[in-house]
């Protein structure tokens, strides 16, 4: 069952699929690895398209889901997406201005199928024939070339920039219950490489009284992810919900010095003091954590999960691996997003106390308050 209010991390190997359910009405998904091999009964791995075309809600008679973010185009965060787009009725997309550039990359079937579904839908807007749902774009991120031929025509709801916030969802207004605040890409952030340039976004759910924050930073790098720490403020960073950024990477924390990996723990000191303080998950989605790290080998990296796992409280370093085939559940309970660890929201709000696994571990619970920015004036829309 999913949640009335939450986020599902599906567990399809090292790579990205997240969804975010702000109501029963509305689902918000964040990249696609959706793997053919995960559709044998016998694949641990979760066939994610078929469960979101099952789960999700309707409109029209078709699945729905009300926007499709993909924080980049590398397979392993785009695959499925044609099956997607064919079988339901994606609302909106949010991408960054790189799918704009995407002739300089080599992309899969997928991801040339969701620049085609961008640029037609960027056509038709351009063209002034306005947007209903499953013709909306949403363009995050600052880029010279917005300020060219179709860009230069489109309306100003159809861009968020970093710095900024929005409320608005497929076309309707969601203060109460819906933010977004964008952390990148910012202009002259990162490198030509894609991974650089991922969306990095916070976001807030809530029933209107309560509130849960999810903070997903794409595969960004440690000169990027430094960059979102040093340059937003504690309320835009705050996380119930931390997904480590590229499935669990080591280059997120460590930096190459005089030929030697070095851990700046000053960015891992900046990312516990952004913890929600009634309780805080990272998570990793990946494969599960090697004991020993090779070299020069591809995330999942020990070296990483033992980072995360020193700046949190014991057992709230979660890999979606390890619960394969079942997704990682968080539902909104009064004290934010807490992991489901049973068949209701009874059994999960339990977790949510941070003393009482701090008491456990031996170490002091977090102290960083709640959101307090949640519900203002929103930028888009």
Same mark, same amino acid.
């Given at each position: 069952?999913?949640?009335?209010?939450?986020?599902?991390?599906?567990?399809?190997?090292?790579?990205? /699929?997240?969804?975010?359910?702000?109501?029963?009405?509305?689902?918000?998904?964040?990249?696609?690895?959706? !793997?053919? =091999?995960?559709?044998?009964?016998?694949?641990?791995?979760?066939?994610?398209?078929?469960?979101?075309?099952?789960?999700?809600?309707?409109?029209?008679?078709?699945?729905?889901?009300? =926007?499709?973010?993909?924080?980049?185009?590398?397979?392993?965060?785009?695959?499925?997406?044609?099956?997607?787009?064919?079988?339901?009725?994606?609302?909106?997309?949010?991408?960054?201005?790189?799918?704009?550039?995407?002739?300089?990359?080599?992309?899969?079937?997928?991801?040339?199928?969701?620049?085609?579904?961008?640029?037609?839908?960027?056509?038709?807007?351009?063209?002034?024939?306005? =947007?209903?749902?499953?013709?909306?774009?949403?363009?995050?991120?600052?880029?010279?070339?917005?300020?060219?031929?179709?860009?230069?025509?489109?309306?100003?709801?159809?861009?968020?920039?970093?710095?900024?916030?929005?409320?608005?969802?497929?076309?309707?207004?969601?203060?109460?219950?819906?933010?977004?605040?964008?952390?990148?890409?910012?202009?002259?952030?990162?490198?030509?490489?894609?991974?650089?340039? /991922?969306?990095?976004?916070?976001?807030?759910?809530?029933?209107?009284?309560?509130?849960?924050?999810?903070?997903?930073?794409?595969?960004?790098?440690?000169?990027?992810?430094?960059?979102?720490?040093?340059?937003?403020?504690?309320?835009?960073?705050?996380?119930?919900?931390?997904?480590?950024?590229?499935?669990?990477?080591?280059?997120?924390?460590?930096?190459?010095?005089?030929?030697?990996?070095? !851990?700046?723990?000053?960015?891992?000191?900046?990312?516990?003091?952004?913890?929600?303080?009634?309780?805080?998950?990272?998570?990793?989605?990946?494969?599960?954590?090697?004991?020993?790290?090779?070299?020069?080998?591809?995330?999942?990296?020990?070296?990483?999960?033992?980072?995360?796992?020193?700046?949190?409280?014991?057992?709230?370093?979660?890999?979606?691996? +390890?619960?394969?085939?079942?997704?990682?559940?968080?539902?909104?309970?009064?004290?934010? !997003?807490?992991?489901?660890?049973? +068949?209701?929201?009874?059994?999960?709000? /339990?977790?949510?106390?941070?003393?009482?696994?701090?008491?456990?571990?031996?170490?002091?619970?977090? /102290?960083?308050?709640?959101?307090?920015?949640?519900?203002?004036?929103?930028?888009?829309?």
């Amino acid at each position: 069952m999913p949640p009335d209010i939450g986020l599902i991390l599906w567990p399809v190997g090292t790579g990205d /699929s997240t969804t975010i359910i702000v109501d029963s009405d509305r689902w918000v998904q964040i990249d696609l690895h959706h !793997l053919a =091999a995960a559709e044998d009964d016998q694949d641990d791995r979760v066939p994610v398209v078929d469960r979101l075309l099952e789960l999700a809600p309707r409109k029209e008679g078709k699945p729905y889901i009300a =926007a499709f973010a993909a924080t980049h185009l590398d397979t392993d965060h785009i695959r499925g997406f044609a099956k997607l787009l064919d079988e339901a009725i994606i609302g909106e997309l949010w991408f960054s201005p790189r799918v704009l550039r995407a002739a300089d990359d080599e992309l899969c079937d997928d991801a040339l199928v969701f620049v085609k579904e961008a640029n037609d839908r960027i056509k038709h807007i351009a063209d002034g024939n306005g =947007a209903d749902s499953g013709e909306r774009i949403l363009i995050i991120g600052d880029d010279d070339l917005l300020g060219e031929d179709p860009y230069s025509k489109l309306p100003v709801e159809c861009f968020s920039k970093p710095g900024e916030f929005f409320s608005s969802l497929d076309g309707e207004q969601l203060e109460d219950t819906f933010r977004v605040f964008v952390h990148s890409p910012q202009k002259g952030d990162g490198s030509e490489d894609p991974n650089d340039l /991922s969306l990095g976004m916070q976001i807030m759910v809530s029933d209107g009284e309560h509130r849960g924050t999810f903070l997903t930073l794409g595969d960004l790098r440690y000169d990027d992810v430094s960059a979102v720490f040093e340059r937003a403020d504690d309320d835009d960073l705050l996380w119930s919900v931390f997904q480590a950024p590229h499935h669990c990477s080591k280059k997120v924390m460590y930096v190459e010095e005089d030929g030697t990996e070095v !851990l700046k723990t000053e960015l891992m000191d900046r990312i516990e003091e952004t913890a929600d303080d009634r309780g805080a998950w990272i998570v990793a989605s990946c494969e599960c954590i090697p004991e020993t790290d090779k070299p020069a080998a591809n995330p999942p990296h020990r070296a990483a999960a033992t980072a995360y796992e020193e700046r949190v409280d014991s057992g709230r370093f979660v890999v979606t691996g +390890d619960s394969a085939p079942e997704p990682l559940v968080f539902e909104l309970t009064a004290n934010g !997003l807490a992991l489901r660890s049973g +068949d209701g929201p009874d059994a999960s709000s /339990s977790l949510t106390v941070p003393e009482a696994t701090a008491a456990a571990s031996g170490r002091r619970a977090t /102290s960083h308050s709640s959101a307090t920015g949640f519900g203002g004036p929103a930028i888009r829309g």
